[in-house]
């Protein structure tokens, strides 16, 4: 996929309760620099966009990652997103010349939002260490999320597990763009909210846990192996949640 792919995800920003600490962060443990642009960091690697941060703009918002999709017409995915049971939080807009956003939230609750490029397309760089390399809807109704996303974006899915939970993967002509993940009873509590996770590639799973635990953050899921290689759920200073992984996207 190409960062203005159409349905895939394009960009991941944050959203934070204090963006220099956050700067400080995610620059030490990933290696990324840092543009800033009046209120807004876009984070690089290698001079390429990875990843962005903000401040938070509504009393009581928590902080936290947002998944874009991208997209070639913000304005028709509002109105499928409303046709569909979702909602529109951020009606589309334009971004001075760099494209056009809208913020929404899925009928599950999960917020997402899209992106269509103008002068700024997205991520220039994606599954390698430090760079974004999956993102994952994580839901309370499976069969809801998958008949919302096709209608929005015409997903395709494959079904799949992870460790024997079940797992679906979606697709955009038939190649993978992001996962698809059942809340399930047992495993998550009720007072988490459906939410997309993000993913970012890391060379060593552990040795990142322990650079984000010295840097002030927090390790939520501890390293793990999956069939799809090792991965850990961490957390910001602010308690922003992500996760690393490394292995096979």
């Given at each position: 996929?190409?960062?203005?792919?159409?349905?895939?995800?394009?960009?991941?920003?944050?959203?934070?309760?204090?963006?220099?600490?956050a700067e400080?962060?995610?620059?030490?443990?990933?290696?990324?620099?840092?543009?800033?642009?009046?209120?807004?960091?876009?984070?690089?690697?290698?001079?390429?966009?990875?990843?962005?941060?903000?401040?938070?703009?509504?009393?009581?918002?928590?902080?936290?990652?947002?998944?874009?999709?991208?997209?070639?017409?913000?304005?028709?995915?509002?109105?499928?997103?409303?046709?569909?049971?979702?909602?529109?939080?951020?009606?589309?807009?334009?971004?001075?010349?760099?494209?056009?956003?809208?913020?929404?939230?899925?009928?599950?609750?999960?917020?997402?939002?899209?992106?269509?490029?103008?002068?700024?397309?997205?991520?220039?760089?994606?599954?390698?260490?430090?760079?974004?390399?999956?993102?994952?809807?994580?839901?309370?109704?499976?069969e809801g999320?998958?008949?919302?996303?096709?209608?929005?974006?015409?997903?395709?899915?494959?079904?799949?597990?992870?460790?024997?939970?079940?797992?679906?993967?979606?697709?955009?002509?038939?190649?993978?763009?992001?996962?698809?993940?059942?809340?399930?009873?047992?495993?998550?509590?009720?007072?988490?909210?459906?939410?997309?996770?993000?993913?970012?590639?890391?060379?060593?799973?552990?040795?990142?846990?322990?650079?984000?635990?010295?840097?002030?953050?927090?390790?939520?899921?501890?390293?793990?192996?999956?069939?799809?290689?090792?991965?850990?759920?961490?957390?910001?200073?602010?308690?922003?949640?992500?996760?690393?992984?490394?292995?096979?996207?």
């Amino acid at each position: 996929m190409t960062p203005s792919t159409p349905g895939a995800p394009s960009w991941v920003d944050l959203g934070t309760s204090h963006l220099a600490d956050a700067e400080l962060f995610y620059t030490s443990l990933f290696g990324w620099s840092a543009e800033v642009a009046g209120d807004y960091v876009t984070f690089t690697l290698n001079g390429l966009p990875v990843a962005g941060a903000g401040p938070l703009y509504g009393a009581g918002q928590p902080t936290a990652w947002s998944t874009y999709i991208g997209t070639n017409d913000a304005d028709g995915v509002a109105a499928r997103v409303a046709a569909n049971g979702g909602k529109v939080l951020v009606p589309p807009f334009d971004v001075q010349d760099q494209g056009r956003m809208s913020a929404f939230l899925d009928p599950g609750g999960a917020p997402f939002s899209v992106w269509e490029p103008g002068t700024m397309r997205g991520a220039e760089v994606f599954d390698v260490p430090g760079a974004l390399t999956w993102n994952e809807l994580n839901t309370r109704d499976l069969e809801g999320s998958m008949a919302f996303y096709h209608a929005v974006f015409g997903w395709q899915f494959r079904n799949s597990s992870m460790s024997g939970v079940p797992y679906v993967v979606a697709k955009v002509h038939e190649t993978p763009v992001c996962g698809i993940q059942p809340m399930l009873a047992d495993l998550w509590p009720d007072d988490v909210s459906p939410h997309w996770m993000v993913y970012f590639s890391v060379h060593d799973v552990d040795d990142s846990a322990g650079h984000a635990l010295a840097l002030g953050g927090a390790v939520v899921q501890p390293p793990t192996t999956l069939p799809i290689g090792r991965y850990a759920v961490l957390a910001d200073p602010q308690g922003g949640l992500f996760s690393v992984l490394a292995g096979a996207r």
